[in-house]
């Protein structure tokens, strides 16, 4: 069964934003400074406009992959944290009031007085008792790989190697949902994991000895 319907549907979406990439930049920069301010982020400010950055220049592979699809001209990245693929948490990010750390890249191109979204990675991981590891939202570029699979638009929910459908979001939204959302409810009390969790865990835990 293939799911080009669902992603379709998904792509389709219209999105608001800026029409440039230095207004969306600083969007997230005050949405992040705003909830630090509000104590919802642990970042101080003054880290925040370290991390949150509008590069000046393309990181190569990204700046290479956009030429082979005639779409460098007017694109911009714009970062939160490093790139972390080992989730080190020594590694520069962006820290949440109840543990949870997260980083984010997008890739846009000016186009006129439109700005497109090309692409996107924003992941979230959780501190111990939330369900799972790590979430990430990725949008990937136009004729990526990705999309033989029906999934240009997609999430990884605790797995690099499984992929869900997502909706296609604006960076605005994801921020927001990373800032207020995905937090356990404060008058939520903590259930106890079920035997077939227990059991999940400890087989986990020894397939990655191996």
């Known amino acids: 069964m293939s799911l080009d319907a669902v992603q379709k549907h998904e792509i389709a979406r219209v999105?608001?934003?800026?029409?440039?990439?230095?207004?969306?930049?600083?969007?997230?920069?005050?949405?992040?400074?705003?909830?630090?301010?509000?104590?919802?982020l642990w970042t101080p400010p003054d880290k925040i406009h370290q991390l949150v950055q509008l590069l000046p220049e393309l990181p190569q592979q990204i700046a290479q992959e956009l030429q082979e699809r005639e779409l460098r001209d007017g694109a911009f990245c714009i970062v939160g944290g490093e790139k972390n693929q080992g989730?080190?948490?020594?590694?520069?990010?962006?820290?949440?009031?109840?543990?949870?750390?997260?980083?984010?890249?997008?890739?846009?191109?000016?186009?006129?007085?439109?700005?497109?979204?090309?692409?996107?990675?924003?992941?979230?991981?959780?501190?111990?008792?939330?369900?799972?590891?790590?979430?990430?939202?990725?949008?990937?570029?136009?004729?990526?790989?990705?999309?033989?699979?029906d999934m240009r638009s997609h999430s990884h929910l605790g797995c690099e190697d499984i992929l869900s459908p997502a909706p296609l979001m604006t960076p605005q939204e994801i921020l927001a949902l990373f800032i207020d959302e995905l937090r356990w409810p404060e008058d939520r009390k903590r259930r106890d994991p079920t035997d077939?969790?227990?059991?999940?865990f400890e087989q986990t835990h020894l397939l990655a000895r191996r």
Request: glycine letters at 4%; a positive charge.
């Open 15 to 40: 999105l608001e934003l800026p029409s440039r990439a230095r207004v969306l930049h600083r969007e997230l920069r005050n949405a992040l400074v705003f909830a630090s301010n509000a104590k919802k």
């Open 87 to 149: 989730r080190d948490p020594n590694i520069a990010h962006l820290a949440r009031s109840d543990g949870a750390w997260f980083d984010f890249s997008i890739t846009v191109r000016e186009r006129g007085k439109w700005l497109d979204l090309l692409a996107y990675d924003f992941e979230i991981r959780f501190p111990p008792g939330m369900g799972m590891p790590f979430l990430r939202f990725d949008l990937n570029l136009p004729a990526h790989r990705n999309e033989e699979r």
């Open 196 to 200: 077939f969790e227990v059991r999940w």
